[in-house]
């Protein structure tokens, strides 16, 4: 029972790290049309951005308040980066959707490469805190206290999307814009400051992503972001292009088809089921799980 509640919450604490990354493509394919695959990069500039804050910016480090104000200082420089990439390289070609997938592939080798410039190829460790690194007991499986604060991390980006786009202005007019872009520029609203935000946003969950990713491995690389970047895709296609919610349902399902098959199974099985399950919902409901259904 025990190894059964830790596979568990293991699963649902990579389902937390997957939801991160998702979030913020599901937002912006949702209301901008944009296949962002320069995505992963805004997950390596927060991982980078914290992991060189913890040591150099002063009052930040690797425990308490110090360790708060390096994750902020990392969240800060990704959502930074999603804004110019938005404004310099995104905006110009909302209308060209070829070009489009071709900058954001190029912008992602290319951060790939500055990073590996920057801090070299080789993983590094990263700093956490002490208690990260422990084990909480529950139901009789020690859990990995940095799973544990994914999952916290992941439910609070959850709500405060949800409750942003319920109850603000601008999520209004997300939602709406998400629904039907044309209507809600007819009637006179900026719908380009709402895809400047969005890309803020998600490059701020993408970034917390990163940092937090950190945590959950122990270490920072160059490709991490890339790495995970294909899951996220995965999981923002069976969740429903667009949709948040979809998106977190299916980051859990993902996150524990992965961890249960790998386990009982060989490693690497999970990975194939959980592209043979893409592929299950693209044949059978190619909508996704939360999205709705084209109409002529």
């Not at 939801?19 to 913020?24: K, R």
């Not at 902020?72 to 804004?83: K, M």
């Not at 629904?179 to 719908?191: H, S, Y």
């Amino acid at each position: 029972m025990g190894t059964v509640i830790l596979l568990a919450l293991t699963g649902l604490g990579l389902a937390a790290l997957y939801f991160l990354v998702a979030s913020g493509l599901s937002l912006v394919f949702g209301l901008a049309d944009v296949l962002n695959f320069a995505h992963g990069l805004f997950l390596g500039v927060g991982a980078y951005g914290t992991w060189w804050a913890a040591g150099n910016l002063p009052g930040a480090g690797s425990d308490g308040f110090g360790f708060v104000l390096a994750v902020a200082f990392g969240v800060a420089a990704g959502t930074l980066v999603a804004i110019l990439v938005e404004l310099v390289l995104i905006r110009p070609l909302y209308s060209r959707t070829i070009e489009q997938v071709l900058v954001t592939v190029g912008l992602s080798l290319a951060g790939v490469a500055l990073l590996q410039a920057t801090w070299g190829a080789d993983a590094r460790p990263f700093p956490r805190p002490d208690w990260t690194r422990q084990v909480t007991g529950i139901l009789g499986a020690q859990v990995p206290n940095g799973g544990l604060l994914l999952i916290i991390a992941a439910v609070l980006v959850l709500g405060a999307i949800l409750a942003f786009l319920r109850w603000t202005r601008y999520g209004l007019v997300i939602r709406a814009g998400v629904e039907n872009r044309e209507m809600v520029t007819a009637l006179g609203i900026d719908v380009r400051k709402a895809f400047t935000l969005v890309f803020a946003i998600g490059g701020a969950a993408a970034a917390l992503a990163g940092a937090l990713g950190g945590v959950y491995f122990g270490t920072v690389s160059p490709g991490q972001g890339s790495s995970l970047l294909i899951f996220a895709f995965i999981v923002v296609v069976i969740g429903g292009m667009g949709s948040v919610v979809g998106s977190a349902y299916a980051a859990v399902v993902v996150g524990l088809v992965q961890q249960f098959v790998n386990y009982y199974g060989t490693s690497g099985l999970g990975d194939i089921c959980v592209v043979g399950l893409l592929a299950v919902v693209l044949l059978l409901r190619p909508q996704g799980i939360a999205g709705k259904v084209a109409t002529a």
